[in-house]
């Protein structure tokens, strides 16, 4: 149970191109997805959360109008990367957190997707 | 918010002894720490959670202790094999809240 998938899996695109990432709870209803960046040999860094129906919430330091994020329904999440650049390469991972479903999830214990790795030449 | 620390950043073992990765918090109001495996280019794992009631866990060869007075918490592997090589992250959720403040990680080497 608690599986959380990934698309695509990797991407490598244009400069000034945008990507679009989604995440996909399986067997739960995702309530909250979060959005994560890691670069090689470092930690998780959120850079916002997500709730189904809401507007997302941005850590300090990331730019809502470059990493656009819809959470539509209950077991998607998108994030798109805008007028990608080179340093946006990065790993981006997402998580679902949510309760009940074929997962018996308890107390919104978060699973993390794949996820995507990004090259921008 | 909250602050995470965790140590040591590497950790080399011989395969059958025990490790053991430390992690404190800043937030005394979190009450919810797991613990995640992350293998080279693959997705963090849950492997061990705890809540703030609750002062240890164990899951066969994976056990967690909290202190919640000294705000710290830690991972024990027991009888470690090759196949625990990865990278560990520890983690705090704030009370009220939903987000996962990481800890910095700790390559975790078995040696054979």
């Known amino acids: 149970g608690a599986v959380v998938s990934q698309h695509p899996s990797w991407v490598i695109c244009k400069s000034g191109t945008s990507v679009k990432i989604e995440c996909r709870s399986l067997?739960?209803?995702?309530?909250?997805m979060f959005w994560y960046r890691q670069f090689p040999k470092q930690s998780l860094m959120l850079m916002a959360t997500s709730n189904e129906g809401s507007k997302a919430t941005y850590e300090q330091g990331v730019e809502k109008d470059k990493f656009l994020i819809n959470h539509a329904s209950l077991t998607l999440s998108t994030l798109t990367v805008t007028s990608a650049h080179p340093e946006d390469s990065s790993f981006y991972i997402c998580?679902?957190?949510?309760?009940?479903?074929?997962?018996?999830?308890?107390?919104?214990?978060?699973?993390f997707g794949p996820g995507t790795r990004l090259t921008v030449t | 918010g909250e602050n995470v620390e965790q140590h040591p950043s590497t950790l080399s073992v011989q395969e059958g002894d025990s490790a053991v990765i430390k992690c404190t918090y800043s937030d005394s109001a979190s009450n919810y720490f797991p613990w995640y495996k992350q293998e080279l280019g693959k997705r963090p794992q849950l492997i061990i959670d705890?809540?703030?009631?609750?002062g240890e866990k164990k899951d066969q060869r994976i056990a967690v202790t909290l202190n919640k007075t000294a705000k710290h918490f830690s991972l024990h592997i027991t009888e470690t094999q090759p196949e625990d090589s990865a990278v560990y992250f520890c983690?705090?959720?704030?009370?009220?809240?939903?987000?996962?403040?990481f800890g910095t990680g700790t390559q975790l080497k078995v040696e054979l």
């Open positions: 067997d739960f209803q995702a309530t909250t």
């Open positions: 705890i809540r703030s009631n609750v």
């Open positions: 983690a705090a959720k704030a009370g009220g809240g939903n987000k996962l403040t």
């Open positions: 998580s679902a957190s949510g309760f009940g479903g074929r997962a018996s999830l308890m107390y919104g214990e978060q699973y």
